[in-house]
């Protein structure tokens, strides 16, 4: 029978689980000021009503009897500004952002928590094409439900909180979505990370560098309506300008493999290499080494990268996705300064 483990304390003195994930005091912004980001607290707090054992073959709840049960009033323009002002703010907000990051899978999410959570002075715009962020992590292999990391990634379990079987060389989550849905909300929660879901990234922003060409941030839309290009009229995007941008698409698909895709066209890239078949022992290796800022303020990791450098397939093993995403904060984090002073 597999041991399983639970949520404990990181050894933090053990490198092992030493992930990079300790916040440093806020850096400072263009006009000298240390930049802060705090979560403004609900308008009105009710009281909670005490707790009432409830009588045989009810749930405890703290509403009260569900006979006498009524909502507060509202008008519907109330719930259309509520929605409305906080997304255009958002809007506003990160027009401007330090870091974006393109996909919102298992790769994507791990990089804007660690990007949160190392740097909370940060405004870490993470778009998704989908209405549901998470990528193919909701589920493991072939719909299966139970997901698979190998180690050393438990470590990122076990900061996570997410419980485990161990099963030696590799660990097992019970459902994929406990994964997901964990590292979900806890990204959601950090005040300096905002997720455009429904939103997807139809071009790259290019500026001229020493180098050639750099990339200063990404155009987007609505993902139903870049669906619509070939049916519609002209529907021009929106922009966000950001020094670094780190790409984690996915594979060639759709939407997968995008950046890298347009790097290609522009001719940026002369092709891409293609992915090769499934080797799950030298595909985890290769992506998560491989992880790096492939043009100047574009960073490529998980299964993009494969597109690029020809590695291979890893199927349903998630280990590569987390410590890529990992690898991708910490470029974004190495090059974000130099990047700022380019980008004027």
Not at 13 to 37: K, Q, V
Not at 255 to 281: C, I, P, Q, Y
Request: glycine residues 10%; aromatic residues 4%; contains cysteine.
């Amino acid at each position: 029978m597999a041991e399983i483990i639970r949520p404990k304390t990181l050894d933090l003195d053990n490198a092992s689980e030493r992930i990079m994930l300790f916040p440093r005091p806020p850096s400072p912004s263009r006009d000298g000021h240390a930049r802060t980001s705090t979560m403004s607290p609900p308008a009105a707090v009710s009281p909670t009503r005490p707790s009432v054992s409830p009588a045989k073959g009810q749930v405890k709840n703290d509403i009260g009897p569900w006979q006498d049960l009524t909502f507060a009033p509202i008008r519907e323009s109330q719930v259309s500004r509520a929605m409305t002002r906080r997304y255009f703010a958002d809007l506003d907000r990160y027009a401007e952002s330090d870091v974006v990051v393109v996909g919102a899978g298992s790769c994507g999410l791990s990089a804007a928590y660690a990007l949160g959570s190392e740097r909370p002075d940060l405004k870490i715009a993470l778009i998704e094409a989908s209405v549901s962020p998470g990528g193919g992590a909701w589920l493991g292999g072939q719909l299966f439900s139970a997901m698979v990391m190998r180690k050393p990634a438990d470590a990122f379990l076990r900061l996570l909180g997410v419980p485990y079987e161990d099963e030696g060389g590799f660990v097992v989550v019970k459902h994929a979505a406990l994964f997901t849905s964990t590292l979900l909300s806890k990204v959601l929660n950090m005040p300096n990370v905002k997720l455009f879901n429904a939103t997807c990234v139809e071009d790259l922003i290019t500026r001229p560098s020493d180098d050639g060409v750099r990339i200063g941030g990404v155009v987007t839309n609505w993902t139903l309506v870049a669906m619509h290009h070939d049916d519609q009229s002209c529907m021009d995007p929106n922009t966000i300008n950001a020094p670094v941008v780190i790409s984690t698409t996915g594979h060639d698909g759709p939407m997968g493999a995008f950046s890298v895709k347009r790097l290609v066209s522009m001719k940026l890239l002369e092709r891409l290499g293609g992915m090769r078949g499934l080797d799950m022992n030298s595909a985890e290796d290769a992506i998560v080494r491989g992880t790096r800022e492939v043009i100047p303020g574009l960073i490529v990791g998980g299964m993009e990268l494969s597109e690029v450098d020809g590695a291979n397939r890893m199927g349903p093993t998630f280990g590569a996705m987390v410590l890529s995403g990992l690898k991708a904060a910490e470029e974004a984090l190495r090059v974000l300064d130099q990047r700022r002073k380019q980008d004027v």
